[in-house]
């Protein structure tokens, strides 16, 4: 979604507060950790969620960065009205100049009526801008405005408009070396940066995957309405899980036990074993593609599937080891749909 709002359900933000699980585990807003690493991410939001700081949350990608913006959301003094999440890489350049700020009637072709934009939807609340490294250089001259002055211009208006907003931003780039590279404003780097928050990666607390596969399996498999013993987690299967890396994080977790729910035990048989290396991989593809004669288009797809089931499903992580930009990934995508190759 390009954007999206999350109306408060009147539950007190004095309601929201760490739940204790069973087996030592410790679930707090949606999120599952019982490593030292996550008690002190608990802790920090905890702290930080009731001022009006601006937040800087930092994280590879799918370590659950907007799970952290909704717990700093709802455990503040704004919990009863709205989070706007915007995701700003999946918006078009041309396009987030009008979405954030709004426009007027008439501002540009396709304008037929004035429309408030996502950060005048946020006053009162909490807005989240996740990917805020995308932002283009015209677009952070006029954010850096608008959180020095609190007021906006919609486009096509010079009618100043008053906003109260609190304000969370998330990347899993490195903010401080697109300073360095002059591909993101200092002056708004340092705006932002007023309380960071890094989330580990799944990797630094591998401590923590047992229960949440525990945690997923149980809430996939209701979500599924399947069996939560449709499929074995043996011993075996964690100590072949814990001596992966998860790229993906906590996103090809889940992505990985609902295979495997649906799937069952022949989940393994239905794709590319996500323990292995790319590198392992292509060799395999390889094989196959020789033994039963492919042609380079479908070598090309095959492999393409493979490294995108190896990065859990994420896009930008599988452009990433492909050495392409994640459009090619969705032209791809987009192409092999058409064909029928993939649903």
Known sequence: ALGSIVENDGTPASACRPVGARHGNVVFQGMVGRSPAMHRLFRTIARV????????ITGETGTGKELVAHAIHALSDRARRRFVAVNCGAIPATLLDSELFGHERGAFTGAIQSRRGWIETAAGGTLFLDEISTLSQD???KLLRVIQERVIHRVGSRAPV???????????????????????????YYRLNVFPIRIPPLRERLEDLPVLVQHL????????????????????LILRM??????????ELENFVERRLILGDTADEAGPDPFRSPAETLGALFD????EHWTLDRLEREYLLSTLALAGGCQAEAARRLGVNRGTICRRLKRYREEGWVH
């Open 49 to 56: 969620a009731p001022t009006r700081a601006t937040v800087l």
């Open 139 to 141: 677009i952070q001259v």
């Open 162 to 188: 008053n906003v109260d907003f609190r304000l969370v931003a998330a990347t899993n780039r490195d903010l401080a070396s697109l300073v360095d590279q002059g591909r993101f404003r200092e002056d708004l």
């Open 217 to 236: 399996r149980c809430r996939l498999s209701d979500e599924l309405g399947l069996d939560r013993d449709a499929a074995e987690f043996g011993g075996d």
């Open 242 to 251: 814990l001596d992966h890396d998860w790229p993906g994080n906590v996103r």
């Open 288 to 291: 196959r593609g020789l033994a």
